[in-house]
C-alpha cells in the first residue's frame, strides 16, 4: 500500500515521539538561518521538524531542510577535512585548516587594497571580522 503526499514516508523504521530526542540545530542547506529540531532515535536522526517559536521560520522549512537529512547517516561523508593540492587530497591538520584561508584572504586584500572584500564587510555580523582583517593587511 503506497502512502499519499500528506504523511511522510522517509524513514525505513517506524518511531514513537517519546522514543526520540530531539536536538535543536540551524538547517546547514542555506544562509537563511531556520531552526530545527532533529528527532533521534538510537543515534540516528529519523525525522527533522521546525521550531515553532524561533526566527526566522517560525516552524515551517523547506523540502531540503525537512527531508534533506539523509546525507547525516551516509557511508560516503567526508568524517575529516582535506586539502586539494595538485589536484589530489590530502589529510589537512588544524594548523593548515586555519592557516590557508587567512593567508589567502590577506593576500587578496593586499592585492585589491580591501576592495574584494567589501560586500563581506556590508553584512553587520561580519563588519568586526573585515576591520580587524583590514588592519592586518
Known amino acids: 500500500m503506497s502512502r499519499g503526499g500528506m504523511l511522510e514516508n ?3 523504521f517506524r518511531w514513537r515521539s517519546w522514543e526520540t530526542t530531539q536536538v535543536r540545530t540551524t538547517c546547514p ?3 537563511v538561518g531556520c ?12 525525522q527533522v521538524t521546525g521550531v515553532d517559536d524561533a526566527e526566522p ?9 525537512r527531508y534533506g537529512f539523509d546525507f ?9 577535512p582535506l586539502i586539494k593540492e595538485n589536484g589530489k587530497f ?4 588544524v594548523e593548515a585548516i586555519t592557516g590557508i584561508p587567512a593567508k589567502d584572504l590577506i593576500d587578496t586584500a593586499r592585492l585589491y587594497a ?13 563588519k568586526v571580522c573585515a576591520v580587524k582583517l583590514s588592519k592586518v593587511a
Open 114 to 126: 580591501g576592495a574584494a572584500l567589501d560586500p563581506i564587510a556590508k553584512i553587520p555580523e561580519y
Open 29 to 31: 542547506y542555506c544562509g
Open 35 to 46: 531552526q530545527q529540531l532533529l528527532h533521534v532515535k538510537n543515534g540516528k536522526v529519523v
Open 72 to 80: 547525516i547517516h551516509s557511508p560516503e561523508r567526508l568524517t575529516t
Open 57 to 65: 521560520n517560525k516552524g515551517s522549512l523547506c523540502v531540503k531542510g
Open 90 to 93: 590530502r589529510l589537512a591538520f
Open 10 to 12: 522517509k524513514s525505513s
